[in-house]
Every structure is written in structure tokens, then in C-alpha cells.
């Protein structure tokens, strides 16, 4: 791959993580076909995708601040564009099954006791980690200008965008919805904090309804760190930050009822991907 698309800073053309946002938003057009009903409606995925790589290929001919941030921008397009595959039923057959492992983690291995234990000093922590997740790139981007590193723009946004989008790819084949509405009376946290009664507000009225699997904010937070790691592998504290609080995202996530430990288990592995794709494009 040319080097200047590895770093960032004077490209010409498209940068490889530009080419991965294209390649996502036509896969998931692609994908409506199996999915979308009325089937009428697939014009909106394709609609969205043709508006997507008309913007890259603008910011492309403009290397402005603004191109270093736009993938944040399709990254929460993405997002809601899931929204789009949600099913008119859920059947719940998956989440019966994900309760129970977590049921044995919060009761038999008394997760949900010791993150309480001090009252509601460790719940605090976590719903504050839970809710920071919408800052993750942002402040990635902002260590990246901070230690001088907008060359590396590419690098970072490879790993974040492949364990991000790479997550939400998944999300029309494991319809699910999360333990908080699916149970709503059982295995909730027993210490409730003003951070968690604005999680839940922010999760009910902006979160999306077709599906939890992977959780899209554990493999976001780690594909961050392996994205910072590489970027900016004279600063190792910065991607070990990082990796330190998506580690707290995946417990938040669970102890708070927003995902199953499933979830947070299957965002891990995505993010992995992350690792793969940097190794991929460094060749």
C-alpha cells in the first residue's frame, strides 16, 4: 500500500480506512436484500451509501481537519442506520439463552456484590465509563494532535473502524434487545446513581432496537487502544488508558443491564479484527 496512505497527512486519493467506510455502507446495502421488508425500501441503504462515498471523495480533495474527524461522523451513521434492520418481533430465543451466563456471573460469582460493595462509589465509575464511550474517538483524535501524530490520522482510524463498523455488520443477524427491557424486573444493579438514571435516558430515547450482539461499545473502546498503540507506539500509557477503560466498558455494560456478557465478550473478539487489519495494512 503507498505510504502516504498509511499516514495521513498530504494524501492523494483515498486513505485505506476511507476505502473500508465505502466498502461497509455497500456491504450493508447489499445485505438489506435479505432483510428489509418491504423490500421497497432498500433504496435507503444504497441512498446513504452513494451519499457517504460522494462526501469521502469531497474530503478527499480538501485534506482538512474536518477529513481527520469525518469518520466519527460515518460512524454514527452507521449506527443509526442499523436501526433500519430492526424486526417487527423479537422472539427473545437468544437473550434467554445470555441471561443465564449472566446470572452466574452477577449472582453465583458475585459480580454485582463486589462492584457494590462501597456503595455507590464503583457503580458511579462505571455508568461515567458506559457513558464516555460516545467520546472515545474524539478524544483518540485529540491524542493523536496533542503528541503530533496526524500522520498517523490512518492508522488509528483502520483498527477503530474495523472493530466499530466490524461489530455493527453483525448486528441484523443476532436481532436481540438488551436485558434492561427484555427483564426488566430481575438483575438489576441495586445501587442507582444520577450517572445511570442518564444512561438510561440517553439508551432509551437515541439508542437503536435490532440488536445488542456484539456489543458495538466494548469493541469500539478496544479498537481504540490497539488503534493508539499503533499510532502512537513512543506513548504506550496512552493505548494502556485506553484499553484499562474499555476493559471497564464491557463490566459496566453488563453490571449496568445495557448488554449480556456475551455481547461483551463477542465486542472483544471483534476488535481483534482491529489488530489484523493494522498488520494488513502496513504491507
Request: with cysteine; charged share 15%.
Amino acid at each position: 500500500m503507498p505510504q502516504s496512505n498509511v499516514h495521513g497527512v498530504g494524501d492523494r486519493g483515498l486513505r485505506s480506512s476511507e476505502q473500508f467506510v465505502i466498502l461497509y455502507f455497500t456491504y450493508v446495502a447489499v445485505t438489506a436484500a435479505w432483510f428489509f421488508s418491504p423490500i421497497t425500501e432498500i433504496w435507503k441503504p444504497w441512498a446513504l451509501a452513494a451519499g457517504v462515498a460522494a462526501v469521502i471523495y469531497f474530503l478527499s480533495r480538501h485534506n482538512s481537519v474536518v477529513r481527520d474527524f469525518a469518520p466519527a461522523a460515518f460512524t454514527l451513521a452507521a449506527y443509526r442506520e442499523m436501526n433500519w434492520f430492526t424486526p417487527a418481533t423479537h422472539d427473545h430465543h437468544l437473550e434467554r439463552v445470555w441471561v443465564t451466563w449472566d446470572r452466574w456471573l452477577l449472582n453465583d460469582y458475585h459480580l454485582r456484590a463486589a462492584i457494590e460493595s462501597l456503595g455507590a462509589l464503583f457503580p458511579s465509575y462505571f455508568e461515567l465509563c458506559y457513558m464516555l464511550v460516545y467520546a472515545v474517538a474524539p478524544a483518540s483524535i485529540a491524542f493523536l494532535f496533542i503528541n503530533h501524530r496526524r500522520d498517523r490520522m490512518n492508522t488509528f482510524w483502520v483498527a477503530y473502524l474495523t472493530g466499530t463498523l466490524g461489530a455493527y455488520a453483525l448486528f441484523p443477524f443476532f436481532p436481540s434487545e438488551p436485558p434492561r427491557t427484555v427483564f426488566p424486573s430481575a438483575d438489576f444493579p441495586n445501587v442507582v446513581t444520577d450517572l445511570r438514571q442518564l444512561n438510561l435516558w440517553i439508551v432509551g430515547g437515541y439508542g437503536i432496537h435490532s440488536s445488542v450482539f456484539p456489543s458495538a461499545h466494548v469493541s469500539s473502546a478496544l479498537s481504540a487502544a490497539w488503534g493508539l498503540a499503533a499510532a502512537i507506539p513512543d506513548r504506550p500509557w496512552i493505548a494502556r488508558l485506553m484499553a484499562f477503560y474499555a476493559v471497564s466498558v464491557a463490566i459496566a455494560t453488563v453490571y449496568g443491564r445495557y448488554h449480556y456478557a456475551a455481547d461483551a465478550v463477542a465486542g472483544i473478539v471483534i476488535s481483534l479484527v482491529g489488530i489484523a487489519a493494522l498488520k494488513f495494512d502496513r504491507r
